[in-house]
């Protein structure tokens, strides 16, 4: 059985550009959460997607959005990309809202 | 603000020895993760505890609710255990802050030979 699936798994990318990551979650997974983990510190929240509805948004501008597909795979889009915006970012799947996450291992994304 | 501490932020060990690792949070959660993270980013979950304690293998988990303080232990350590290893907490209630995850800042872990 497949686990959570990122793409791609690395990206450069030049500042003012834009990005788009991709997450499949687990079989059965209608609930895909998105994090930035800055090279260092602990990841921050940034959305939560439930049954193709935004459930959550963390303290990031709004130059950041995602969107949950019908097939419950997910999207995170940074727009004029900036150097801090240089992390790596995970994807986590779970069944419900809050309970038994699985992660990807993430796509990196560097800023330059 | 609701805020995940963890301790120590380094730790390092000899093959054998018993390790703990330490994580304190600020106000009520329905769920404490441990979660173990290698070099090069991917996230495994080790643990989810609501209460009391669970085991796998030589991994132990345990938390405390009322002092709202949860370890890690890990015994018989071997330097394949080194690695990043990270609380995350979701924390009770609702609203926007529902189903979602707030991480200590990991304990980095080395065990030599």
């Known amino acids: 059985d497949a686990g959570v699936t990122q793409s791609p798994t690395h990206l450069i990318k030049t500042r003012g550009q834009h990005v788009t990551l991709r997450c499949s979650p687990i079989s059965g997974h209608k609930s895909v959460s998105w994090y930035q983990q800055v090279l260092g510190q602990g990841p921050q929240f940034i959305f939560q997607?439930?049954?193709?509805?935004?459930?959550g948004r963390g303290n990031f501008p709004d130059r950041f959005s995602a969107r949950q597909f019908p097939n419950y795979s997910s999207e995170l889009n940074v727009n004029a990309l900036l150097l801090g915006d240089s992390a790596l970012y995970l994807c986590a799947s779970s069944s419900s809202l809050g309970f038994g996450y699985t992660f990807g291992s993430g796509t990196r994304l560097t800023v330059v | 603000k609701n805020e995940v501490e963890q301790s120590p932020q380094n730790l390092t060990a000899q093959e054998g020895e018993f390790i703990t690792i330490n994580c304190s949070y600020s106000v009520g959660i329905s769920a404490l993760h441990w979660l173990q993270q290698h070099p090069g980013g991917g996230i495994v979950s080790l643990f989810m505890?609501?209460?009391g304690k669970k085991k796998h293998g030589r991994l132990i988990a345990t938390i405390n609710i009322q002092e709202k303080h949860s370890s890690l232990h890990i015994t018989a350590s071997h330097p394949r255990d080194s690695a990043v290893y990270i609380c995350a907490v979701r924390w009770a209630g609702g609203g926007t802050s529902y189903g979602k995850l707030t991480f200590g800042q990991g304990t980095i872990l080395t065990v030599h030979p």
């Open positions: 997607y439930y049954e193709k509805e935004e459930r």
């Open positions: 505890l609501s209460s």
